[in-house]
């Protein structure tokens, strides 16, 4: 544990895996999958033993490292460490629980990939390059690496929607990677500018120079408060198409819809998800005074995406569609919580992204059983599969109730401790945000009571409920769901001591 | 002139030169005492041999002194040196891929290949050094004359003589504007030498003066933006990349444009760095006309990416990515900070990397139906996944993808632009958007080679020359994009091109 290689490791283990698939031959659709399973394991074993390890007390700065790699300007009136970009790894319980999140549903997803029909090999190879970067954007210890890794999920995730997806693939893909390219874009300016002004990428110093009077000599060219608010503003508008935001929300919806139910698990349970991380790294960690001057518009724009996102979910017809306005809806109450401003509603933001990461993962999952077997999502050819699939359509209940929050699993938590949160400070916006939670319950039953009740519609009538191999991972992701729900200390006790670093970044 | 001051010269600063025009005189000499009925293909390796032995040469001349010789018309310093490596490199991938070019009615004229790159090659190192407007425009005519005869190259072609013809005129014009602004510089100061031109240019406190050489710059500017085909001398170039052969075409996008980029630094800097100006900075012309460097360098990239989006040709969507490159570059230019002629090295390095690797797998698509169009690269997945995978390296560096020398080098000119005071967000911003476009076009091809099924089946094989450029192009890219710090440590001999105003 206390070796210097531990994240590495743990970030890049899936490498050992895109190597072994590259001379496996095309043909050995098996060995691929399990391959591609099996490769997922190191990291999701390491992150596991890290997180419990530090529930028990391990200190995980010991797990920090910092390597020399690029230096871009070498001139003689800088000095050694201005305008060096290291290779920097290092992560907190916040990062951490993000790392669990991403390796588990990482495994889980890999498990629910045997769906995938062709090209197994080209599959595998980039879905474990996802996960290398989905996990180094949780590691990465200085901004640069954090958009490196983020770029590589871009890639990833392009080919992925674009290859393996549905009928529309190709325009899914180019939405996904127009969009995003966008909000990398303007969050590479936000880095260049700290990075040309600072000297340094690294998240600890930037935070020492934006904030200490006395760092603040250091720097290369001053950063005054003016350019300050537009970075700010910047890291919004990147990280909002990223979450998304409302206004930037189209894309999710084509990738919802047209990207592999596998990948779909990672771009909802994880992806998404970097957009909430990165506002809470580097929004609240760099620019809190801005921060606390938003955060009532931060909730506002929550409260928008949670209503918007409900009531058009309301009015869908296809249920990946619905999924895909929850989604959205979702993402509203981390917003709610962030503009909280509070420890509750810190928390309650934080929990919401992993919890909502569970939560759409297991609903993605069944999506994917389910089309494999009726060949659509649409719900008005889905029904009576209570009785055809009593498994499946009793998971999917369970998912839903888990989405609107019923208390006894994790969504109830998420939610109550944001607008609990959210009440405290701006109880008015809380009260008309509220509305949204009994408008989830009434999209979400109407959809999942559609289709596990009423009359076997054609395509669900003779289907094979789940098999084994599928159920693990339902089984797996229920248990959390329940778990978080029941027992929230193991998410609230590693995050703690973020929480706390936080706030008093925010001076509250 | 006697022999006496003539063999006292320290030649030896020239050696690369020599090298290349013995070699060009030696292939040119074999080529017509060669029965005609004999393969010429060999003559390219023999030239290949030459650029290599040159470039080997250069690196031996990195620890020498600054030095001028033919009285200071000819200067060998730490930038003539750095530009001559990347010349020299691009002509030797250029040569590999003269080699193994077949056009499908055949090559009548293949022995001029090898020897009029050289030449094109011999003036755009000359350009590079040059210490006198005379040389630099000898050099710069050398380069251009031998290029007009390379793209029309192909002789039977229709295409071929038409961007012959097209870049011939636009050529003319721009000569003719650069000859012009040249002559109100040596007008106003009454010297050809660059140096004394800049002494003399710092005395002009007259506003009437002032405005004159304000002209002169920009006619200089304007005439040398079609070498980097820049707006708004950019239109020749897709109709000129199409036409040419495609190894003209890749000579041109990469060895032609370093040159021209190492006149605009070399002679602009020079003379107009320290000469007073009216504008807003009164110190310096240079800094003064920042803001239509910066206007000229964001239209460049807007044209460049816009209207790649609509091009269905291989070349010439190539050719307007190049444009918007070179406007990249021009970023880097306008921006004016002190890493503006590293990071410029940087970008052109790996530019240069970037476009042989995919003008090697183009011509290999090409060449087997005479045509170019994107759709040749349908399914190059299932036929030749390698290939497929050299080619994504090649376009995700085009893209400006992390992890490819691609990304490093537009982060370094992007960083240059936010580091100056005040810093240039309006420009970082317009290169950050059209970046972005970019991505559409570059994953355009990757719809067709990944996603695409093929049109036809049969395997491929990449001749011995392609492979060598496609290997060492894409683990080239690669290594840079992931340890830069090679090339920056490389960079580090030229101290800063610390010894450029000398």
């Keep these: 544990m206390n070796g210097p290689y531990f994240l590495s490791l743990l970030v890049f283990s899936p490498l050992l895996g895109i190597l072994l698939l590259a001379f496996t031959p095309k043909t050995q659709e098996r060995t691929m999958k399990w391959l591609g399973f099996l490769s997922t394991l190191p990291s999701l074993i390491l992150s596991l033993f890290a997180f419990f390890q530090y529930l028990r007390g391990y200190r995980l700065e010991h797990l920090a490292e910092k390597r020399d790699w690029i230096r871009f300007a070498d001139f003689p009136f800088l000095t050694e460490s201005t305008f060096v970009v290291r290779y920097e790894l290092n992560i907190d319980g916040l990062s951490l629980v993000m790392i669990v999140l991403a390796s588990l549903l990482a495994a889980l997803a890999a498990i629910a990939s045997i769906h995938i029909k062709k090209e197994w090999k080209g599959y595998f190879m980039l879905f ?7 996990l180094g954007v949780f590691a990465a210890g200085n901004m640069v690496l954090f958009f490196i890794f983020l770029e590589v999920t871009l890639v990833a995730m392009f080919f992925l929607i674009g290859k393996w997806g549905g009928f529309a693939r190709e325009r899914a893909a180019y939405s996904y990677l127009l969009y995003n390219g966008v909000g990398s874009a303007i969050l590479l300016i936000v880095i260049a500018v700290l990075f040309a002004r600072a000297g340094t990428s690294n998240m600890e110093l930037l935070k020492e ?14 950063i005054p408060d003016g350019l300050r608010l537009s970075l700010f503003i910047a890291l919004l508008i990147a990280f909002g198409i990223k979450l998304p935001i409302v206004p930037f929300h189209r894309w999710i919806l084509r990738v919802h819809v047209q990207a592999p139910p596998a990948v779909v698990m990672l771009h909802a349970g994880v992806l998404l998800k970097i957009g909430a991380y990165g506002l809470i790294r580097f929004g609240i960690g760099l620019f809190p005074d801005q921060f606390r001057d938003f955060s ?11 209503l918007y996102g409900a009531f058009l979910a309301f009015i869908q017809d296809d249920f990946k569609m619905v999924l895909a306005y929850s989604s959205v809806s979702h993402m509203g109450i981390v917003l709610i919580g962030l503009g909280a401003l509070n420890e509750a509603g810190m928390q309650g933001a934080i929990f919401q992204t992993v919890s909502h990461g569970f939560i759409s993962a297991l609903l993605f999952l069944l999506v994917g059983i389910l089309y494999e077997r009726t060949n659509t999502t649409e719900l008005d050819r889905l029904g009576g599969l209570a009785k055809a699939m009593p498994l499946t359509a009793g998971s999917l209940l369970a998912g839903a109730m888990a989405s609107l929050g019923l208390p006894g699993m994790s969504g109830f938590v998420s939610e109550f401790t944001a607008f609990f949160g959210l009440f405290q400070t701006a109880p008015i916006v809380a009260a008309i945000g509220t509305l949204g939670i009994i408008m989830t319950a009434v999209y979400l039953l109407r959809a999942v009571l559609n289709m596990t009740f009423g009359a076997s519609k054609s395509g669900a009538a003779q289907a094979l409920d789940m098999s084994v191999t599928e159920a ?37 | 002139m006697s022999m006496h001051t003539l063999l006292r010269y320290e030649w030896g600063v020239m050696t690369p030169e020599f090298i290349i025009i013995g070699t060009a005189l030696i292939l040119s000499l074999v080529d017509l005492l060669m029965p005609d009925d004999k393969d010429r293909r060999p003559l390219a390796w023999i030239a290949f041999v030459g650029v290599a032995i040159a470039f080997v040469a250069t690196i031996g001349l990195i620890p020498a002194e600054t030095t001028s010789i033919l009285h200071d018309t000819f200067r060998l310093d730490a930038f003539g040196k750095a530009f001559k490596l990347l010349l020299l490199a691009g002509g030797a991938l250029s040569l590999l891929l003269a080699f193994d070019y077949r056009p499908k009615e055949g090559l009548k004229h293949r022995g001029e290949f090898s020897y009029l790159m050289l030449c094109a090659l011999l003036g755009a190192m000359i350009v590079t050094s040059s210490g006198d407007l005379i040389t630099l425009f000898v050099g710069l005519e050398l380069l251009s004359i031998s290029s007009y005869i390379l793209v029309g190259l192909r002789k039977t072609s229709v295409q071929a003589n038409e961007a012959a013809l097209k870049y011939v005129i636009n050529g003319g014009i721009s000569t003719a504007m650069t000859l012009f602004g040249m002559s109100y510089i040596f007008g106003l100061t009454g010297t050809t030498n660059i140096k004394e031109i800049a002494v003399e240019a710092q005395k002009l406190t007259d506003g009437e003066y002032q405005y004159i050489l304000a002209l002169a710059f920009l006619l200089l500017f304007v005439g040398l933006a079609f070498k980097i085909s820049t707006v708004p001398f950019h239109m020749w170039t897709p109709d000129v990349y199409q036409g040419a052969p495609t190894p003209v075409t890749a000579f041109l996008s990469v060895v032609s444009k370093t040159a021209g980029f190492a006149i605009v ?9 320290a000469a007073p100006a009216r504008g807003k900075d009164t110190s310096s012309m240079l800094l003064s006309m920042q803001d239509y460097i910066a206007f000229l360098a964001g239209a460049t990239m807007i044209v460049g990416n816009i209207v790649a989006l609509k091009q269905r040709s291989m070349k010439r969507l190539l050719a307007y990515s190049s444009i918007a490159h070179a406007g990249y570059v021009l970023v880097g230019f306008a921006a004016m900070s002190w890493v503006m002629i590293d990071s410029i090295w940087f970008y052109l390095l790996a530019y240069l990397l970037m476009n042989f690797g995919a003008f090697a797998i183009l011509q290999r698509m090409s060449d087997e139906a005479d045509s170019d169009d994107i759709s040749r ?14 080619m994504g390296v090649f376009l995700l560096s085009l893209a400006g993808i992390p992890g490819t020398a691609g990304f490093i080098a537009k982060w370094n000119i992007f960083l240059g632009a936010l580091m100056t005071e005040p810093g240039h967000y309006v420009l970082a911003a317009v290169m950050i958007a059209t970046t972005v476009i970019s991505y559409v076009y570059y994953f355009g091809i990757f719809v067709q080679i990944f996603f695409r099924p093929a049109a036809e089946t049969s395997s491929l094989r990449l001749p011995i020359g392609l492979t060598l450029i496609v290997v060492v192009c894409a683990l080239g890219t690669l290594l840079f994009g992931v340890v830069p710090g090679l090339a920056y440590h490389f960079l580090g001999q030229f101290e800063h091109f610390g010894d450029f105003l000398q």
């Design chain 1, 209 to 222: 120079m934006l904030h200490n009077p006395a760092a603040r000599a250091q720097l290369i060219a001053p």
């Design chain 1, 472 to 508: 693990v991972p339902v089984f797996v992701l229920l248990a959390l769901i329940i778990m978080v729900g029941v027992y929230p200390r193991i998410l609230a006790e590693p995050l703690q001591a973020a929480i706390k670093m936080m706030m008093n970044g925010l001076g509250a």
């Design chain 1, 128 to 134: 474990l390059l996802l996960e290398i970067g989905m």
């Design chain 2, 265 to 273: 630094l070399r002679l602009l800097i020079t003379i107009f760095a």
């Design chain 2, 377 to 390: 690269f349908a399914g190059l997945y299932q036929r030749s996944p390698l290939l497929a995978v050299a």
């Design chain 1, 296 to 306: 009532f518009l931060i909730a506002i724009l929550g409260i928008v995406n949670l």
